[in-house]
């Protein structure tokens, strides 16, 4: 059975500081990956999805980036944390090929301060 | 533009009081209907996928129904672990691609 990962759970972290949060599935091939984000109240925002390694594109214009060093890996980054950075991040993924449901991961709180 | 409103925002009912939670969207090039159960602080959990106008899913105390403007995720005699948030997505073409697009959730509670 498939299985996704996230880390860490939480974390808090000053204004200015990097961030990155690591994402992994396991027990598939060739997924198809999205990170999102969700605030209290709203609607997932969709950050980042991609097709494939080095096929990543960008939903919204931010202060965050993604890279996906590994066909199951996916990491969000950022150079300097914005208070609006704070949210619920979350890793998804569905199997590639033709789109269909998304499975989502844990979740991580981000705090920043 | 694409849109997807969930509705009632919150809802409260007693154990055993059926009722129904509402998905209405307006996109182009609908491909798929999801929802999804969230417990606090976790990620959402996929419960169904509709595809087209009539069709039906059932999982538990739990059915959801699809017609072509909106989605009804139908809860008989819930009991207080039916507490969540519920979620609708839909995944509709936008630009040449398939985008996903999510509502804001209708969160429940049972008493008991």
């Known amino acids: 059975s498939q299985t996704i990962h996230q880390w860490p759970a939480t974390l808090v972290q000053p204004v200015g500081s990097p961030l990155s949060l690591e994402c992994t599935v396991e027990g598939t091939s060739n997924p198809n990956l999205y990170w999102y984000r969700q605030a209290a109240g709203r609607g997932l925002q969709l950050l980042f999805y991609s097709i494939g390694i080095d096929q990543i594109s960008s939903e919204v214009p931010q202060n965050l980036s993604a890279s996906r060093p590994q066909d199951r890996q996916f990491i969000l980054s950022s150079k300097k944390l914005l208070l609006s950075d704070s949210g619920f991040y979350l890793c998804?993924?569905?199997?590639?090929?033709?789109?269909?449901?998304?499975?989502f991961g844990p979740g991580t709180r981000l705090t920043v301060l | 533009e694409d849109q997807v409103t969930q509705s009632p925002e919150a809802l409260r009912l007693q154990e055993g009081e059926s009722s129904s939670l509402n998905c209405s969207y307006t996109?182009?090039?609908?491909?798929?209907l999801f929802w999804y159960r969230q417990d606090p602080g976790k990620g959402p959990e996929f419960l169904f996928t509709?595809?087209?106008a009539g069709e039906e899913k059932e999982k538990e105390r739990l059915k959801a129904t699809l017609t072509k403007k909106e989605s009804f995720l139908h809860i008989t005699a819930p009991k207080p672990e039916d507490s969540a948030t519920y979620l609708c997505?839909?995944?509709?073409?936008?630009?040449?691609?398939?985008?996903?697009?999510f509502g804001t959730g209708t969160r429940l509670k049972v008493l008991a």
């Open positions: 998804a993924w569905s199997p590639g090929g033709e789109d269909n449901e998304q499975f």
């Open positions: 509709l595809y087209s």
């Open positions: 997505a839909v995944q509709a073409l936008s630009s040449g691609t398939y985008k996903y697009i």
């Open positions: 996109v182009s090039g609908l491909r798929g």
